[in-house]
Each structure stands twice: as C-alpha cells, then as structure tokens.
C-alpha cells in the first residue's frame, strides 16, 4: 500500500518531468490511480503526482472534500488548515463560556474514545420557553413551583470517535443544569421541542436542537456542564443566560 501523504504543490508546471525543491531534485509521476475520499472520487484541476512513492494531492482541493477549510495567511506568511478551536481550559465553572464560543472536549473511557465540539447558540426561558414546551406535547407538566423551564439550543459535532462507533447525545444526561450558588438541578422530564438536541452521531456528523432544563425562576446567572466526572471536576462549562 502506498505512503499517503498530503502535500500542497506551488508553482509546479505539469508538464514536466521533473521539480526542483530547494537543492534536491525530485522525480514527480503524474497519479492514475484513483483517489476516494470519504467514499468518493476525489478530482481536482489541479494534477495528482507520486514523488519517491509518496501521493501528493492539492491541498485546497483535499480540504474542500473534507469540507475543511485551507487557507493562505499571507500576513503570517503560513497555510492555516480548519478551524483553532478554543481550548477547554480557557473556561471552567467559575469562568464559563459565553454563548456562541466552541469548546472542545475529549474523554476516553473503557468503553469510548471521542472529541466533542459543543456551542451553546440560544437561551429562552420563563413563558415564552413554557408555550414552546406545550405546544410540542400537550401533556408536557407545567415546572414545579418556584423553577421555570429553560430551553437551551446546543450544537454539537463529533469530529473524532474510536473504532467506528457511534456517539449517542441524550441532553437530560449528558449535560447538567447548575444553579448560580452551585447546585446540580434536576433533568427536566419533559419532551423537547423539534429540532430535538438528542442525537446518534458518527464520526464527523454535527446536530443542533432544543434541550429542556429546569432553573429557578430567580437565578439569572444558571450554567451547564458537558463531560464532568462523576467528583464533578473536569468537563466543559457554559453560561445559561445572555
């Protein structure tokens, strides 16, 4: 099987034979076998070549069929591939995330190995939350006295899972309501209005929908936690409000 390796070719002109790189000189083959990427035919204007038994393939091109994105930082004089992603260490419970800010988190236990990216994009509570709770079951329950419901809007992608398994996100469990003084809150047993939070995502697959929480009616500052350990430590932490 041949070395793969991804490279971006500048200035190369096809016809020729030969590049030359820096002082060493180099044999490049234009590519007649076929390139499949995510299961399909990757093409591009751009030529395939094999140098010294390695396939180089145009980098921008590759991207696109990653749906990655590759770009030129002529500023920094660099190529910049994908997204950087803030670090989940840049919040925790005392200094949760803002809405709109994407944390990433990987766990690996002894039955999984997986990266989760998480943004909390939208916060509705009090009546309006409530209207849109009923309407999506009529037999949803009013919240208990002294807590309104809060419906969260959660996006959250799986860019990496071991073994080809999948990962099942169930918002009542997954992610805890925390009050602003520090209390975990119960889960809110009620059906979530569609789009739903809860999804089945394999490797690469993203959703966003609607998660249900409770949170007394008096707390303007609630937070959630996604991937806590069982000592509460760990796991990345958002703010619950606007």
Not at 24 to 53: L, Y
Not at 75 to 101: K, M
Not at 178 to 197: H, Q, R, T
């Amino acid at each position: 099987m041949k070395k793969f390796i991804c490279g971006m070719l500048i200035g190369l002109f096809f016809g020729m034979s030969t590049i030359v790189i820096a002082a060493d000189q180099f044999t490049a083959i234009r590519a007649t076998f076929p390139i499949i990427v995510n299961g399909n035919v990757f093409t591009s204007d751009k030529a395939i070549v094999t140098i010294n038994g390695s396939t180089y393939l145009p980098l921008r091109a590759l991207g696109e069929a990653l749906g990655v994105k590759v770009n030129w930082n002529s500023t920094l004089n660099r190529v910049e591939i994908g997204e950087a992603p803030i670090q989940s260490t840049s919040y925790s419970f005392s200094n949760p995330a803002p809405l709109n800010v994407t944390q990433t988190i990987s766990i690996e236990d002894y039955l999984y190995d997986y990266t989760v990216e998480m943004t909390i994009k939208d916060i509705i509570r009090g009546d309006q939350a409530w209207s849109m709770i009923k309407s999506a079951n009529q037999f949803n329950d009013e919240p208990p006295s002294g807590y309104e419901y809060m419906l969260v809007k959660i996006n959250i992608k799986v860019p990496y899972i071991a073994d080809g398994k999948s990962f099942n996100f169930y918002s009542s469990t997954a992610v805890k309501s925390v009050s602003s003084s520090g209390k975990e809150l119960d889960y809110a047993s009620v059906v979530n209005p569609s789009p739903e939070a809860n999804a089945t995502l394999y490797m690469g697959a993203s959703n966003e929908g609607w998660a249900v929480f409770l949170v007394g009616i008096d707390d303007s500052t609630p937070k959630l936690v996604f991937g806590k350990k069982y000592d509460g430590s760990g796991g990345i932490w958002f703010q619950a409000y606007k």
